[in-house]
């Protein structure tokens, strides 16, 4: 697979082009059934399959709202954006906002965005990996996505971000701060402990020295 990686805050994308093409009829029905909308994916799409609808129903088997947090505390995810029509351009724009918690109605929040550049500018789809980092994104939100081209919007969706929120990993950055500070204090409180329990030994024992001398 092909890679072009656009890197800008909190946000990395790497645009995966599938090896021999899909079939132009397997390719239509998912860009007609999907058509505006940007699918979320727990897997990359295979470059072929067995039947006419094979892709549709991986898209629907592996459809995702929800992306938890990996070992680093970041969102690593795949997504599909499907075009009404051809772009006409090899140049869109990914734009990302945060809509809250997924509680209420909230003001949109810009995030970020990736300027992307396609490898054909009649393409009806985009797929992509996409790695959202923090401290721009944040996890127990939701948030907004669309592709932008000629700065009309072509494609939308919407995702959730589940894991150790960053005022949580804060608290427990604090926490382990103070563990350590206490830690270093008791270190050197023994250490002057020490230091005196010497001291007070070496006094005793030139008093008994001074003691013997004047026998």
Known sequence: MKKNVTKTVGITFALLILVGALHTVLAA???????????????????????KNGFVNFLKKHRTDVIHANEDNEWNFKAMAFFRKPLGDYEVEMVFYDVGDGTGNAMREFRGSVTQYTQDRNAKSLLGRTVLTR??????????????SHGKTVATGTFSTKGI????????????H????????????????????????????KDAAAGDDLF
């Not at 727990?42 to 067995?50: H, K, Q, R, T, V």
């Not at 401290?135 to 932008?148: C, G, L």
């Not at 103070?178 to 024992?205: C, G, N, V, W």
Request: charged content about 40%.
């Open 165 to 176: 929120s960053q005022s949580q990993l804060d608290q427990e950055k604090r926490i382990e």
């Open 29 to 51: 029905n998912a860009e007609n059934m999907f058509a505006g909308k940007i699918v979320v994916l727990d897997a990359i799409p295979p470059s072929w399959f067995n039947t």
């Open 135 to 148: 401290p721009t994104f944040d996890a127990n939100r939701k948030y907004f996505v669309e592709v932008q």
């Open 178 to 205: 103070q563990q350590k500070e206490m830690q270093k204090s008791m270190e050197e409180l023994k250490r002057k402990a020490e230091e005196q329990e010497r001291k007070e030994q070496e006094q005793k024992k």
